[in-house]
């Protein structure tokens, strides 16, 4: 009983020393690698002007809704959109959807790379490249178009190419407008007029 004692206290008595030992180790290993860290290194900043960011105040996917004099309801979208710095009035939009239903229900949609809202004029100016898709099966290029909010009325301002149920066209101007009178719209093209007919 005395020799287990005996190996027992000389195991514990060792321990008492070993283990202090490996764990001073331990931490002398951890320290001797450890890296010297620089803060201004580990932390990410993104490149942004904070100037910028003030002047430029940006909207995410705004949509903007009226009903035009004539009755017909007028949808307007955008990815992103901006105020002018010098008149909150007008907006910039980028990748803009505009819908223009009468209340018969025609339709006429309108897809734009970038646009200007003007709240004063009531008018929106759409350029980058317009397709526009009407319900009686046209669908209609051009480079700029403008519109007015408060009646029912859009025009280009460049030449059009048009796909439709007669076949291919093309003209210098587009006019887009409600029929005195109806509920139904009426495109008119004009300023040098070429159509390639179609027969079913």
Do not use: C
């Not at 809704?65 to 909150?88: I, M, V």
Request: glycine share 8%.
């Amino acid at each position: 009983m005395a020799r287990y004692d005996n190996a027992h206290s000389r195991v514990v008595a060792w321990l008492k020393i070993a283990l202090p030992l490996v764990a001073a180790a331990i931490l002398l290993v951890l320290f001797l690698q450890a890296r010297t860290i620089q803060p201004a290194q580990n932390i990410p900043f993104a490149d942004i002007d904070a100037a910028d960011l003030a002047r430029e105040q940006r909207i995410g996917n705004p949509i903007f809704a009226t009903q035009t004099d004539s009755g017909a309801l007028l949808q307007f979208s955008a990815a992103s959109a901006r105020p002018a710095l010098n008149d909150p009035a007008v907006i910039f939009g980028q990748d803009l959807v505009v819908s223009l239903q009468a209340p018969a229900g025609d339709r006429i949609d309108l897809l734009a790379r970038d646009g200007v809202l003007d709240g004063t004029s009531e008018t929106l100016e759409l350029g980058g490249g317009v397709t526009i898709t009407s319900s009686a099966g046209y669908r209609i290029e051009t480079d700029r178009m403008a519109a007015r909010m408060d009646a029912t009325l859009l025009e280009t301002g460049s030449a059009v190419t048009a796909e439709g149920p007669l076949g291919r066209l093309e003209a210098g101007k587009l006019r887009i407008s409600l029929i005195p009178d109806s509920d139904s719209y009426v495109l008119v093209f004009n300023a040098g007029v070429k159509l390639v007919y179609t027969p079913k």
